[in-house]
């Protein structure tokens, strides 16, 4: 409003001197003359510039006022940003003390390490390697088996371990033991000698478990698992009380109907390289199971003929464990520094005594550019533009007018005031 004063009172003060000066001889020499009245006209020496708003319409310059001013829009939203984030970070720094402080207040109780091992082997089973650790066979309806398994105390004090049988499923490649003694068809067969057994420090102990088929079970395919569980108590820095339950277990692969067993097969598919989410180059391979009983299928891959003759391998490959039908993927990441180029990969997978190999020609591409970098620069350009240009306006906008703009919504934008300077005297 000061400075609104001051420019009145001067454009006041230019009017006033062009028409009150008197004709004659004067002190002022030298000074113009009004060419229709013949007065001298008394010319200030300061130049008066009236502002021209950016925006000619009131709507306008509404607008950039709401944006600019002390409470506008842009400074109300950059403030709650900044309150948001201050409490975000002051939020985050409280926090990660006591996360960490409670994932370290926890002191884990140190169970007895005791093992479990399957003693008896069919003797038509005894080449095939999965029967020596899991208990598989064929038994037509009607049939009695008997399968022992050892408990072993591996620890220099007393142990006493629960034995049980639970029911087990095969899904996503693994197999898969329940918890907590759930029933299934196939653990109403089983039944156990011991149900808990007290060890001594490095003692053993012998379970039998006895699998009776009834004589209307139907035919197909029955999984399930013996556990060995021991139960220990620990306690926190803070006095609590934490449980821990571990427990070791062997698999039941039962396949139950009459005549013979069916038979196992599978095969090897879909070879191909690709990457990682990381970029580290891949060999992915489908397993598939197209024969009449689960399989536990594990091998090896090998590259031959890469770039300049290079060979590389054998790598190992990750277990899966397939029902009849399942299917699989199987993964091998391979090295860092492998070159890049045409491979010929060859896979070797067994399942007990079954063997099955595939070979396919690969290759590893360069890796593309990553979009989402491009897209994420381009993004932030524009705001820097769209800061940048915004900044600009308000800095042009400031430095034309003294009155910082207010001074246009008194007086509407009108042609520019000519310049005249006070001539020197005589």
Do not use: C
């Not at 057994?197 to 999984?223: D, K």
């Not at 005594?353 to 690969?362: D, K, N, P």
């Not at 308000?394 to 001074?407: E, F, V």
């Amino acid at each position: 409003m000061r400075r609104l004063a001051g420019a009145l009172m001067v454009v006041a003060a230019v009017q006033t001197a062009a028409t009150a000066a008197p004709s004659g001889r004067g002190s002022m020499r030298g000074q113009p003359t009004d060419a229709k009245t013949g007065q001298r006209v008394i010319v200030l020496a300061r130049r008066i510039i009236v502002y021209r708003a950016l925006f000619p319409t009131r709507a306008g310059r509404t607008l950039l006022r709401v944006l600019t001013s002390r409470g506008g829009i842009v400074r109300r939203f950059l403030g709650a940003f900044t309150l948001a984030a201050a409490v975000l970070t002051m939020a985050a720094a409280a926090l990660t003390p006591a996360l960490a402080g409670s994932a370290q207040a926890v002191t884990k109780p140190t169970p007895p390490v005791f093992g479990m091992r399957l003693v008896d082997v069919p003797v038509d089973a005894a080449n095939n390697p999965r029967a020596y650790r899991y208990i598989i066979d064929h038994l037509n309806p009607g049939t009695t088996i008997h399968r022992r398994v050892q408990i072993a105390n591996l620890t220099p004090w007393a142990a006493r371990i629960t034995v049980y049988p639970d029911a087990a499923v095969i899904r996503d490649g693994s197999f898969v033991g329940d918890a907590g003694q759930t029933r299934s068809y196939l653990t109403t067969w089983i039944t156990l000698s011991r149900h808990s057994v007290s060890l001594a420090p490095h003692a053993r102990a012998m379970v039998t478990v006895t699998i009776q088929v009834p004589r209307t079970a139907s035919p197909g395919n029955l999984y399930g698992v013996i556990w060995a569980q021991e139960t220990s108590l620990g306690k926190t820095s803070s006095g609590v009380n934490v449980i821990e339950v571990n427990r070791v277990g062997i698999r039941i692969y039962l396949n139950v109907g009459p005549g013979g067993p069916s038979p196992v097969n599978f095969d090897i598919t879909s070879i191909r390289g690709t990457r990682s989410a990381h970029g580290q180059f891949m060999v992915v391979a489908q397993v598939n199971n197209t024969g009449g009983q689960a399989i536990d299928a594990a091998g090896t891959l090998k590259l031959t003929n890469g770039p300049g003759g290079l060979n590389a391998g054998p790598y190992k490959e990750q277990a899966v464990t397939l029902a009849p039908g399942q299917s699989q993927p199987i993964t091998v990441v391979m090295p860092k520094e492998m070159p890049k180029g045409s491979w010929l990969a060859t896979i070797d997978e067994t399942s007990g005594i079954t063997q099955r190999s595939a070979q396919a020609t690969i290759n590893f591409y360069p890796a593309p550019p990553d979009r989402r970098y491009l897209i994420l620069a381009g993004i932030l350009l524009l705001v820097l533009l769209l800061i940048g240009l915004a900044v600009w306006l308000i800095r042009r906008n400031r430095r034309s007018s003294p009155g910082a703009g207010h001074l246009d919504d008194v007086m509407p934008p009108r042609p520019p005031v000519r310049t005249l300077r006070l001539a020197p005297p005589r």
